[in-house]
Each structure stands twice: as structure tokens, then as C-alpha cells.
């Protein structure tokens, strides 16, 4: 294959760069990364080959490298939708919510925005603490692709940071109906499970967030350190929601006591 990409090159960079996109569709990367490099060095150059560069990086988790090079193709597409989604999803990923955001703003409000564009795009808002956004964001991801168990995911993960733990139970287990391998909702639904079944400190009538907030990381402590793990998670996870800046304490806790498997 290594030698056929190698004559192909030599004959015309472009008919190695459709290959390339074909190998990277069909999830060969080791190969689509070849035959790129193949491409270049047969002198293929310009948008085709930082495309390819692009999608190979994002395939590859690459964030950094994928939105780079993606930001340098959008002045040139902004009707891309794909292109926006892939590099909102990174910026997504590098906890970039602002870049993200934008991005997929861009993206959702093309024609052919897809489900994934909008579960992302709600994703940035629950980072933002932007309940209504979120809300939309889901229920048009929801209208697209209504079996798709990551949209549950994300949903059900959004009525967690909110407290709204039986309502996440429902699109959890609605989720892992759809698919139960899907091991980031698995969790998250035994998360909305023990909450339901621990009693977690109540808020006072007056009081802060930040008061509630800390209250709530002191029981998380105190039931970690009584290896009750689930109640530990779900009293973290709630004084996260809680506050409107992100805790760093609590999310360090619960980051340790989620690794304490």
C-alpha cells in the first residue's frame, strides 16, 4: 500500500490527497498520515493538504494543532459548517469555552450543522452556567439525532450541575438505553443514582453560594473519608454547580476521589 501511495504521488499529488481523505473517512490514520506526507513531498501544497493536516489532527485528538490550522482556514469558509464544528469541539476540548463557543455558534447557525455541533454547542453553555442556551442547544441536537446516546449524556450530565439529579437520572438511563457501553454516561447515570439515594447537606433559605458551596465540600470530604465514594462524588459535583466560578478545591477533590476506583 506504502509503495502504490508512494507511485501514485509521483504521477500527481491530488490523486494521493483523495486517498488520503478516503483512508482518514474510513478511520486508517497511520495511513492517511503516509500519504499525506507522500503528497507533500511530491509537492502538494496550499488549503487541500492543511484540510487534511486539520481533520487528521482533530481525528488524532490533536486539539492544539487541529484548531490552529483551522483558524487559518475559516476566513476562507465561513459557510463550512463542518469545518467550524471540528474546530469549536477543540477549542471545546482545550477548556477554551470563549473560542468554542463562538465557533460553534458559527457552526450551528449554518444549514448543515449537525447533532454533534449542537451537543458541543451545549456543552459550552453548561461551562458558562448558561442553563437556557444549554436547553436549546440540546433539544435541536435532541431534534437531530434523537437516538444517539451522547446527546443524553451531555443532557443528563447538564441537569447534574444544576442539582436536578432525578430528571438526570431519567436522560441517563434514557441514554444507556440507547447504548451501554457509552462508559462516561454510565457514570455519570451512577453519579445521579447515588445522589438520590444519599442525603446531601440542604440549603439554607439565606444562604450564599459560596457558603453552600464550601458546606457541600466539607461533606464530600467527610464521606470520602468514610469510603463512601458515591456520596462523596455527588456532594463534590454539586458544590461545583453551586458556585459560579469554578472551584478549584472541590474540583480536586472530586477529580481524586473519581480516580479512587
Not at 501511495?5 to 478511520?27: F, M, N, Q, V
Amino acid at each position: 500500500m506504502l509503495l502504490l501511495a508512494a507511485a501514485l504521488a509521483a504521477a500527481s499529488p491530488d490523486i494521493p490527497l483523495g486517498e488520503a481523505r478516503h483512508a482518514l473517512t474510513a478511520g486508517r490514520l497511520d495511513q492517511a498520515r503516509t500519504m499525506i506526507a507522500n503528497a507533500v513531498a511530491a509537492g502538494a501544497t496550499g488549503e487541500s493538504v492543511d484540510r487534511l493536516l486539520a481533520d487528521l489532527a482533530f481525528a488524532r485528538h490533536d486539539d492544539a494543532q487541529a484548531l490552529n490550522l483551522y483558524r487559518a482556514l475559516l476566513p476562507s469558509h465561513p459557510d463550512d459548517a463542518a469545518m467550524a464544528e471540528q474546530a469549536g469541539i477543540a477549542a471545546l476540548h482545550m477548556r477554551d469555552v470563549r473560542e468554542a463557543t463562538a465557533l460553534l455558534r458559527t457552526a450551528t447557525a449554518l444549514p448543515a450543522a449537525s447533532w454533534r455541533a449542537f451537543n458541543a454547542l451545549g456543552a459550552a453553555a453548561d461551562a458558562r452556567g448558561d442553563w437556557a442556551d444549554a436547553d436549546a442547544a440540546y433539544a435541536r441536537a435532541l431534534t437531530l439525532a434523537p437516538d444517539r446516546a451522547e446527546v443524553a449524556n451531555n443532557r443528563g450530565w447538564s441537569l447534574i450541575l444544576r442539582g436536578r439529579w432525578r430528571e438526570a437520572e431519567t436522560e441517563l438511563g434514557r441514554g444507556a438505553t440507547l447504548d451501554p457501553s457509552l462508559r462516561r454516561l454510565a457514570n455519570n447515570l451512577q453519579l445521579a443514582r447515588d445522589a438520590l439515594a444519599t442525603n446531601l447537606p440542604p440549603r439554607g433559605a439565606d444562604e450564599s453560594d459560596e457558603a453552600w458551596a464550601a458546606r457541600l465540600n466539607d461533606a464530600g470530604v467527610a464521606a470520602a473519608a468514610q469510603g463512601e465514594r458515591g456520596r462523596a462524588i455527588a456532594a463534590f459535583s454539586q458544590s461545583i454547580a453551586a458556585r459560579p466560578a469554578w472551584n478549584a478545591r472541590t474540583a480536586a477533590n472530586l477529580a481524586a476521589v473519581e480516580a479512587s476506583r
